[in-house]
């Protein structure tokens, strides 16, 4: 597609269950970032993807929480044993390449609500 | 620790009266600065960024922004602005050796008719 794409672009889900969120990025783009948007808040940082290079997971908030990125393109978050303050917009964004001088496109994010 | 702060939470500007969104930024190296436009239920769009060179920079939709590093302030202005722009506006820091971009909490722009 021309744009990076999320899904589900909803997510309702039951406090304890697992949900996994699904991003199809751009086209031969290297590098695949995930950011959480809670209310009121701006975008924190969560995971980095970059070509097959090991990946940053260093902003994931606990090990309730795993990312993969498949051949190279689509990426998956999964959540398990869901809390009521994982609910948040999660935002997915691909860039042609890694570093601070290729400019991130964002998906429309995945509103995610546990209750 | 690197981080972002914009002051104003909420702004309200009558359409065609000129427009000016703080950013304030704390970055030890020579920051990348970005601003980003959230319409609602869109992703983020990028607006302008800066890297180096001229500290004017010109984005897309009339939008300009000023590097001050004295100041470390990045704001975002408009001369006049229009109904469509009505969205949230967020600031965001990087660096040359990072690839992670460090988020303001985003400025929320009303306009009035």
């Known amino acids: 597609g021309a744009g990076v794409s999320q899904s589900p672009s909803n997510k309702v889900t039951e406090k304890g269950k697992d949900v996994e969120l699904r991003c199809d990025p751009i086209s031969g783009h290297t590098a695949l970032y995930w950011y959480r948007q809670s209310l009121g808040q701006g975008l924190e940082f969560l995971i980095y993807?970059?070509?097959?290079?090991?990946?940053?997971k260093s902003g994931l908030p606990s090990d309730r929480f795993s990312a993969e990125r498949t051949g190279g393109s689509v990426s998956t978050l999964t959540i398990q044993r869901t809390q009521q303050e994982d609910s948040a917009v999660y935002l997915c964004a691909s860039s042609l390449r890694g570093g601070m001088n290729t400019e991130a496109f964002f998906g429309q994010g995945t509103r995610l609500t546990v209750v | 620790a690197q981080s972002v702060t914009q002051p104003d939470i909420h702004i309200t500007v009558s359409e065609g009266a000129s427009l000016e969104l703080r950013c304030n930024y704390s970055y030890g190296a020579t920051p990348y600065l970005f601003w980003y436009v959230q319409s609602p239920g869109q992703g983020l769009q990028l607006l302008l960024k800066?890297?180096?060179?001229?500290?004017l920079v010109q984005g897309i939709k009339g939008f300009e922004a000023e590097f001050k590093r004295s100041q470390s302030s990045f704001n975002l202005r408009k001369p006049s602005v229009h109904w469509s722009d009505a969205a949230e506006y967020f600031c965001?820091?990087?660096?040359?050796?990072?690839?992670?971009?460090?988020f303001g909490s985003g400025t929320r722009l009303l306009v009035r008719p």
């Open positions: 965001a820091v990087g660096g040359d050796s990072s690839y992670k971009l460090i």
């Open positions: 993807f970059q070509g097959n290079s090991a990946p940053d």
């Open positions: 800066y890297f180096s060179g001229d500290t």
